[in-house]
């Protein structure tokens, strides 16, 4: 178990809707990221916060946003939904914003859209 | 740009043997750090070991150990006696030690342990 934990686990809804995906750091970390993994794209980072702030952005779609709130939890956001979006979603923490530090990841939540 | 390379797509090996799961990369930055990750089927993403461009010896965490050689941009994972809850897909990642600290990920390599 990295800590990390991420609600819901799997998810299925059709084209066009929105959804959320929640995801709680480990205590103690500062840095969310958020990664999509999909058979044709393979791991991509989508975008990274540090203590409520945006710190870097990777292949996010405009129909994705995210936000990280007081709490340190951070929401994934998709909207209107495509087929293609059917992915592994995974959130991961670390403690710094920068260099290199292990990045521990959540159980994934999968996405599939119909 | 970074960029992680995994060639082998798949690979076999028996209980108790071991065996290299290659990775070459690609930066022109000096300073960066290079990870090992595991998925097994049941999809998390597990870390397993880490190596910092800068560390003079090879990093090793029970069973793993990383390969490093710098002057041809690899770091293979070796994983010695193989068991059968090895079997899952592995990535390799790397991550820049200036800038904002995203992983670049290769495609993987689908290791199969046989009893």
């Known amino acids: 178990d990295s800590g990390v934990t991420q609600t819901p686990k799997h998810l299925i809804t059709a084209t066009g809707q929105r959804v959320t995906l929640r995801c709680s750091p480990r205590s103690g970390d500062l840095s969310v990221y958020w990664y999509q993994q999909s058979l044709d794209q393979g791991l991509q980072f989508l975008i990274q916060?540090?203590?409520?702030?945006?710190?870097a952005k990777g292949n996010i779609l405009e129909r994705f946003s995210a936000q990280q709130f007081p709490d340190l939890h951070s929401e994934l956001n998709l909207s209107s939904l495509e087929l293609g979006d059917s992915a592994l979603y995974f959130c991961a923490s670390s403690v710094r914003a920068s260099g290199s530090n292990e990045q521990f990841f959540g159980p994934g939540t999968r996405l599939t859209v119909l | 740009a970074q960029k992680i390379t995994q060639t082998q797509p798949g690979m076999f090996v028996q209980e108790k043997e071991a065996v290299t799961l290659d990775c070459t990369y690609d930066?022109?930055?000096?300073?960066?750090?290079l990870f090992w990750y595991k998925q097994p089927s049941s999809g998390e993403m597990i870390f397993l070991i880490y190596?910092?461009?800068?560390?003079?010896q090879n990093a090793t965490e029970g069973r793993y150990s990383l390969n490093f050689q710098k002057a041809r941009k690899s770091a293979n994972l070796v994983i010695s006696a193989s068991q059968l809850g090895d079997s899952a897909m592995y990535f390799c990642?790397?991550?820049?030690?200036?800038?904002?600290?995203?992983?670049?990920f290769g495609t993987g390599t689908r290791l199969l342990v046989s009893p």
């Open positions: 190596q910092g461009s800068y560390d003079q």
């Open positions: 930066t022109s930055d000096p300073s960066y750090g």
């Open positions: 990642a790397m991550s820049l030690n200036t800038g904002f600290q995203k992983l670049v």
């Open positions: 916060y540090y203590n409520g702030e945006e710190r």
